[in-house]
């Protein structure tokens, strides 16, 4: 991080007294040695923002939120019994998966869609989102991480939760998981194969790759401090209903309940 971070965004310029924190908790005393986020998890901008100039329709769209991950997030929660930290912002005001520097941290467009509210920011304002969310939401997995290898006594996994659109810019996307990892495959390479043993058309390292600056947190949190993690991207079409989110969640969770079985997991690497 290149600036002290908010324990929560409360006391930042752009959140007014009625609207949400950038972050939830959910299930802080469950037992599992696992930190389940959501970085994408809603499409809120405080009114402070003006809705970023977009109108309901964009607004709606794969742009500005991970559609249904935070509905299979919060089922894995429940099944893993794992505490998760899930965003609350839409990743066009500050992506907290991106680093600062990316050209995507503050999107001026996004898919084909002018940003008009991030068209020239300028740093004060650039600085008052980062305090408002960015930071908050990052220092909120940092202290997790911390609590469940206080409680457990063990490292934690870190299991980043996210969904991709089918289509991108008119090339269809096949695959109905996609598995995202860097250099650490502890976690990825079994889940790969237990996924698809069970006949899941499965990317590894797509649609994206964990290894060109697509998963910050799991590099800041993950890889930085030698855990084992992994970034799950689940198609979009598969759980835009409750239903949908709800029957992958139990895929997924049964997988990674025997996934979650080796020990070797909760050991840090030589760094």
Request: proline share 6%; hydrophobic share 40%.
């Amino acid at each position: 991080m290149d600036a002290p971070m908010q324990r929560d965004g409360s006391q930042a310029g752009l959140l007014a007294q009625d609207e949400p924190a950038p972050f939830e908790i959910l299930r802080e005393d469950g037992t599992a040695p696992v930190v389940l986020v959501c970085d994408h998890a809603t499409r809120f901008i405080p009114r402070a923002l003006s809705r970023l100039g977009l109108d309901e329709t964009d607004l709606a769209r794969h742009i500005a939120w991970d559609i249904g991950a935070a509905d299979v997030t919060r089922h894995l929660s429940g099944i893993l019994n794992a505490p998760a930290v899930i965003s609350h912002f839409s990743r066009l005001v500050v992506d907290p998966n991106r680093k600062l520097d990316h050209d995507s941290s503050i999107p001026d467009i996004s898919d084909g869609v002018t940003i008009p509210g991030n068209r020239a920011i300028s740093a004060t304002d650039r600085q008052a989102r980062l305090e408002t969310f960015f930071y908050p939401y990052q220092n909120a997995i940092a202290r997790t991480l911390d609590e469940r290898a206080e409680a457990t006594g063990v490292e934690p996994v870190l299991i980043s939760l996210h969904s991709f659109t089918p289509v991108m810019e008119g090339v269809e996307r096949p695959w109905k998981i996609g598995v995202l990892w860097n250099e650490d495959g502890r976690l990825a390479q079994p889940l790969i194969d237990r996924l698809r043993a069970s006949g899941i058309m499965v990317g590894d390292n797509e649609p994206y790759s964990g290894r060109i600056g697509f998963g910050y947190t799991t590099e800041a949190h993950g890889d930085a401090r030698g855990l084992a993690n992994v970034l799950i991207e689940v198609r979009q079409d598969l759980i835009d209903t409750h239903h949908g989110a709800r029957e992958w969640a139990a895929t997924l969770g049964q997988v990674l309940r025997e996934t979650l079985k080796n020990p070797e997991l909760y050991k840090k690497p030589h760094l």
